[in-house]
């Protein structure tokens, strides 16, 4: 585990320090993350409505399907989606706050648990226990809450 976590915020510290996301324009990252972010948010809403809510009958293959997805984007190294030039006081039509990068330790530490929790919740999801993904749904959920409260704009 200690590993990973080291392993993991050296590879996002890198990919933010690498020239790979200026390969990319600033509205393609902009775009890019916000439809990852939404794209996520959808599959957790399909998690919460089945196994928090219980307003939809429990499927454990969408469960599943959802957690794997939601685990894809936090895997997929969305730190090169994130320059400079792309936070609020510098690019338009986004909402991420420039103290972002004044922070990229604390960056690094969110995004490092926001991959573990998706992950576990991916293994839990896989086991098909309603109150273990109902459990691991809220840890995962905890980890988008802290970096919209550090970093996002309201
Ligand atoms: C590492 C930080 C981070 C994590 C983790 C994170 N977000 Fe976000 N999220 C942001 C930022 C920054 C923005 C604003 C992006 C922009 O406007 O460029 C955002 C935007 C969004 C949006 C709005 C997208 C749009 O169309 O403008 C949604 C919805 C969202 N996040 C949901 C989630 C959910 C659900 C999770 C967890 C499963 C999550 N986010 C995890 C940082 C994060």
């Not at 103290?99 to 293994?123: G, P």
Request: glycine share 4%; net charge negative.
């Amino acid at each position: 585990m200690k590993k990973t976590t080291v392993l993991s915020a050296a590879l996002l510290a890198s990919a933010l320090a690498m020239p790979a996301a200026a390969q990319m324009s600033v509205e393609d990252q902009i775009e890019t993350r916000q439809s990852a972010y939404q794209f996520a948010a959808w599959n957790m809403g399909k998690i919460k409505a089945q196994a928090v809510d219980e307003e939809v009958e429990y499927d454990e293959k969408q469960i599943a399907a959802a957690a794997n997805a939601i685990a894809a984007v936090a895997n997929s190294g969305m730190g090169t989606l994130y320059s400079r030039d792309s936070a609020n006081d510098r690019a338009d039509d986004t909402r991420l706050k420039p103290n972002f990068f004044d922070e990229l330790d604390k960056v690094q530490e969110i995004a490092v648990s926001f991959a573990q929790e998706s992950s576990k919740l991916q293994e839990i999801a896989a086991s098909g226990d309603k109150a273990a993904v109902a459990r691991q749904f809220a840890k995962v959920g905890e980890t988008c809450k802290n970096c919209h409260d550090n970093f996002r704009a309201e």
